[in-house]
């Protein structure tokens, strides 16, 4: 994982020294919206309507913030209105590369799309990435605002009618990410990626904390926000998911599993066996990612073999359910 400075590119690990072992995460630079009319949305510049063919993401199927991004492209039925780059799963020394120049801008390295819309950009090249094809240039590479962007602007270019962010559960939609975003989505790197024991230990306890708690929760309603799927339920997915598979071993989060858990194992195959989100699940890239691009971490690249997981198991999840179970 290298940086651009100045438009130059550095392939450089992070740094933990001046934190104390702690990992910290680079907020997102671009943070340009797509809306219905083109007009501003909460940040950056206005300039960016909704139009089908417009607009393309660069993604990795290993990585759960672009993971996001794909399952809500497909629960709004946006698949042929925008469309999509996949790197490769190995990250090395050149950051996010592509098997084959990319179809929009003939790049083989994702840093070069960074450049291509700032020369001298400086920053973390991560994905997601929103391209404007029109415009040339980054809308955003900022998950969180890109999945609102597809729930909220593209109504004229589709016939999904799904609200991901439906206006009388905001603040509790936000309540949760803002909980399960620092101590789950983000609380896995910082265990993975602290280099010192009381860093790690400190980040673990904090994923587990939070976990008891969405067990907790998800033992009394279907989803995070009550009896509808929402983003706050896409958010938490992405983590979960590769969880056993690989935050478990390779980040050491081992003192459960989801599989130990009855409410969140189950939510888990739940939101996995929904149509739309099962192809977007690649467990080859996600394991080959993590455990070959992170040397510091796993220096031989040995990608394991197991855990063996059943996400196909039955569940008895659902709004339906749990609506009998709490019938006198």
């Avoid at 100045?6 to 020294?17: A, L, P, R, S």
């Avoid at 083109?38 to 990795?60: D, I, K, W």
């Avoid at 593209?154 to 009618?161: E, G, H, L, P, Q």
Wanted: charged share 20%; net charge negative.
């Amino acid at each position: 994982m290298g940086l651009l400075v100045d438009g130059v590119w550095q392939d450089q690990w992070y740094d933990t020294k001046s934190t104390g072992g702690r990992f910290e995460r680079q907020a997102s630079r671009f943070r340009n919206f797509v809306t219905a009319d083109g007009g501003p949305g909460p940040t950056g510049e206005g300039g960016f309507r909704a139009e089908a063919g417009r607009y393309h993401l660069y993604v990795s199927l290993a990585c759960p913030w672009a993971h996001r991004t794909l399952i809500v492209r497909a629960l709004k039925g946006l698949e042929d209105a925008i469309s999509v780059s996949v790197v490769d799963p190995f990250m090395g020394k050149e950051g996010w590369t592509f098997a084959a120049p990319d179809p929009i801008l003939g790049k083989t390295r994702l840093h070069e799309v960074y450049t291509a819309a700032d020369p001298t950009y400086s920053g973390r090249v991560t994905v997601p990435v929103l391209w404007d094809k029109a415009r040339g240039t980054i809308v955003s590479n900022e998950s969180a605002e890109i999945i609102r962007m597809l729930n909220s602007a593209f109504a004229a270019v589709t016939d999904v009618a799904i609200d991901l962010y439906p206006a009388p559960l905001r603040a509790e939609i936000d309540a949760v990410n803002d909980l399960v975003y620092p101590d789950v989505n983000n609380g896995v790197y910082r265990s993975g990626f602290a280099t010192t024991q009381a860093a790690y230990e400190e980040a673990v306890a904090q994923v587990f904390r939070r976990l008891d708690w969405l067990e907790e929760r998800l033992a009394r309603q279907p989803y995070l926000a009550g009896d509808v799927l929402t983003e706050a339920d896409v958010r938490l997915f992405t983590t979960l998911v590769r969880f056993d598979a690989v935050y478990v071993g390779h980040f050491k989060c081992n003192i459960r599993r989801i599989a130990d858990y009855p409410a969140l194992s189950g939510y888990l195959r739940a939101l996995y066996q929904l149509p739309q989100v099962r192809p977007t699940v690649d467990f080859t890239h996600i394991k080959r990612h993590y455990y070959e691009s992170h040397k510091t971490i796993n220096p031989t690249g040995i990608v394991p073999v197991g855990p063996a997981l059943d996400l196909d198991a039955p569940h008895d999840r659902g709004p339906a359910a749990f609506a009998a179970a709490q019938t006198p």
